[in-house]
């Protein structure tokens, strides 16, 4: 897992709620990523950032919004919007060797 | 975009057997090809990758060979042991795209002793 820490790991919110993920990295990497991983599918970009205070959106960012006020931190916020928002989320930085975070698993009932 | 398709979804080898799992991309643009170990539950480790000036990486008993012309890539896991058990991502992207990756469905490997 490298310098990338995802808190919590465990995450529970009822429908309807907003909900933060943590993401911080102490390896000076410029660019951070947000995928998302469903049961036996492959990971899916949500959002990614090259710098601070920009980020694109990927391929899959309807529900979810993100910011990057500093180098270390790109935290995702899961939006009531998101249909289906439970999912295994993992963050990475790293601009081609992207390395990731633990990783944190939210269930939304 | 970038369509990355991964075979086979399973893999089920003796211990000390070889594995390989190969993936297939469609953007002749892309350049770099990372493999990925996740062990269950865990975030994945970057294993081995390869650029496209590059035909053939190892590293110890893990190899990656790369077919520009036919578009696909793949992983050799030589000796296999238990701690080999895992799901491996394949990755492709363009160095221009500042690393938005495109993964494979994933291949879950089953060492048995």
């Not at chain 1, 950032?49 to 500093?70: H, L, M, P, T």
């Not at chain 2, 892309?30 to 865990?42: D, I, R, T, V």
Request: charged residues 20%.
């Amino acid at each position: 897992d490298g310098g990338i820490t995802q808190s919590p790991k465990y995450l529970f919110r009822k429908e309807g709620q907003n909900v933060t993920l943590s993401c911080e990295q102490n390896l000076n990497h410029d660019a951070m990523y947000w995928y998302r991983q469903d049961p036996g599918q492959g990971l899916r970009l949500i959002y990614y950032s090259q710098i601070v205070n920009d980020f694109q959106k990927g391929d899959i960012a309807e529900g979810y919004s993100v910011s990057r006020e500093k180098k270390e931190s790109f935290p995702l916020t899961v939006t009531s919007a998101q249909k289906n928002p439970t999912a295994f989320y993992l963050c990475a930085s790293g601009n081609y060797e992207q390395y990731f975070g633990p990783g944190t698993r939210l269930t939304v009932t | 975009g970038e369509n990355v398709e991964q075979h086979p979804s399973t893999l089920s080898v003796q211990e000390g057997d070889s594995a390989v799992i190969k993936c297939t991309y469609s953007d002749s643009a892309s350049n770099y090809f990372p493999w990925y170990k996740q062990e269950l539950g865990k975030g994945p480790q970057l294993i081995i990758d390869i650029r496209s000036n590059v035909g053939e990486k190892k590293d110890q008993r893990i190899a990656v060979t790369l077919n520009k012309t036919a578009k696909h890539f793949s992983l050799h896991i030589t000796e296999t042991q238990p701690e080999d058990s895992a799901v491996y991502f394949c990755a492709a992207s363009k160095t221009d795209s500042w690393g938005k990756l495109q993964f494979g469905a994933g291949t879950q490997v089953v060492v048995t002793p």
